[in-house]
């Protein structure tokens, strides 16, 4: 594949925005990279679809080929996409005692998966733990967690055979509140397939104990598969979280992207073995890598965005010291805090500027007024917005002219970039701009 990849690279050298084609291009192999990963081919074809209208006519760094671009995009896309708004690391398990229900199909790792939750709860978290198993089918499947909960020292349900699994759950429910347990946890039986009998079930037992958390475990080394499970899953029984196992084979792990696409479900942890501490927080960064399996890529059009953002901000820094801090700075200052969401809380961050945010924000300067602001220095010439002090009342009024706004609106302006520029000497004076370096990190 990388093979593949290099030679598009090299075919797309040219600098600048990237272009339609560009980004055509280099997503055909994005698209085999993903499927290749086994990502689901509708949720491939999806998700490049949207890479596709997002990177289009975006710049390209310094250094680095449009391909490469792309796949810095792709990348933050897919990190974005599997990131959600939810900690994977927490469950809602407050409210004792909080059933947390494991489901899944048979040999995907559910028992084992069940009991490293338990070992992580106990130790991490401090919770008293009970686990049942609900397995009535396999041979020996409830000896199975009894022996591993001995092995962590977490409780089991003593064993009672005849019951059928929805009663096994309400005797759960009951000695986990009797018994003052924090959390209880139930172990359910799989199928090789999914099966209505296998549904039901499962239903049922949902309904007896309402569980605060359905963690569907699935293979992560199925590809397709692991979607139609998952969506079968949270059609029936509704699931609040994946636990994806087998992450420590050689499995690119597509099926997460895949599940959470379909199911809109977090992806909660990540099974790396057959031992008991064998199970990680999802980390989105590291999936997303090893779907796309061009981590170098990645790294290499970061290091230049880095370097290149370094330069300037070391360039800048010298010249501000200077008090040197002309249209074009101020132009970069207001684009800047466009992007991190408005004047106040750029300025709320740097040190000693929580009273002018105030002020700002009391004075209404809002995103509007920066897109104005940028307006009036777009209709200056290169000359006029390198030496501001040119700007006399002829030039002020065809400025403003230009811009759709009024001299006093300049003038306003104007006064900001003075501002501006003394308080940067200021600070650049202040230990060798170390203020100043603190500011722009
Ligand atoms: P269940 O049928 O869903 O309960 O599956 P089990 O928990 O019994 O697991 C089936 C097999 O998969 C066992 O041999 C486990 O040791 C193994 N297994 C489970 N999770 C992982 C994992 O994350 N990595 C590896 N390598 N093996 C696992
Ligand atoms: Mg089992």
Known sequence: LSDRLSGVFERLTKQGALSADDVKTALREVRVALLEADVSLPVARDFVKRVQDKATGQAVTKSVTPGQQVVKIVHDELVAVLTGDEDPGKLKIDNPPAPILMVGL???????????????????DGKRVLMASLDVYRPAAMQQLEVLG????????????GQKPVDIAKRAKQQATLGGYDVYMLDTAGRLHIDEVLMSEVEQVSAAVNPRETL???????????????????????????????????GRGGAALSMRAVTGKPIRFVGVGEKMDALETFEPERIAGRILGMGDIVALVEKAQETLEAEQAERMMRRFQKGQFNMNDLKGQLEQMQKMGGMESV???????????????????????ITRQIALIQSMTKRERANPQLLQASRKKRIAKGAGQEVSDLNKLLKMQRQMADMMKKMGKMGKGGMLKQAMK
């Open 347 to 369: 300025m709320g961050m740097m040190p000693g500027m929580g009273k002018m945010a105030k002020q700002v924000q009391e004075a209404g300067f809002d995103d509007k007024v």
């Open 216 to 250: 569907l475990v699935v293979d992560g080394l199925t590809g397709q598969v692991a979607v139609e499970v998952a969506q079968e899953f949270d059609d029936k029984i509704g699931i609040s979280g994946v636990v994806l196992t087998r992450m420590d084979g050689d």
């Open 106 to 124: 048979q040999g995907g790792g559910k028992t084992t998966s069940t009991a490293k939750l338990a070992k992580r709860l106990k130790e991490r």
């Open 150 to 161: 001995a092995q962590i020292g977490v409780d089991t349900l003593p064993i009672v055979a």
